[in-house]
């Protein structure tokens, strides 16, 4: 298997931009498309767990969106042609707490999709012992 195909990588970097904007700016529409239509779907949020496609995008409906954040740390690896992770860890403007994304994209007949979303808040970030980038 080839991890992080230039080609591939592109793709997810400009879908995780477009995500991430979408987001903030609380496009309901936007961010449903790139989920995968499908029970199996889920997403863990702060306070909230969705279990498939239409609690997902039933949570986003009634939603009244993100604060403003700012990324601090990103990784997205691809995996061969059609799978790939995105983590982020991030600061909302409105809280001292650090804020953590991951995703996990597959690559369907229809296109690229997230299947598992978990968002997370933690306090005061752990140490790190050893730190890399790939990004």
Excluded: C
């Excluded at 449903?32 to 499908?38: A, C, L, Y």
């Amino acid at each position: 298997m080839q991890i992080d195909l230039a080609e591939v990588r592109a793709e997810l970097e400009r879908l995780f931009s477009e995500y991430e904007a979408d987001l903030l700016a609380n496009r309901v529409a936007a961010m449903n498309r790139v989920f995968w239509r499908d029970p199996r779907a889920l997403r863990f949020g702060i306070a909230e767990v969705q279990h498939g496609y239409d609690e997902i995008a039933a949570w986003r409906a009634a939603a009244l969106g993100v604060p403003p954040r700012a990324i601090v740390h990103k990784v997205i690896t691809t995996y061969g042609h059609d799978f790939a992770t995105t983590h982020i860890e991030f600061r909302s403007r409105n809280s001292d707490l650090l804020g953590r994304q991951s995703q996990t994209w597959v690559r369907m007949p229809e296109g690229w999709r997230i299947v598992s979303a978990h968002v997370s808040l933690i306090g005061k970030p752990p140490e790190r012992l050893h730190r890399t980038n790939p990004a």
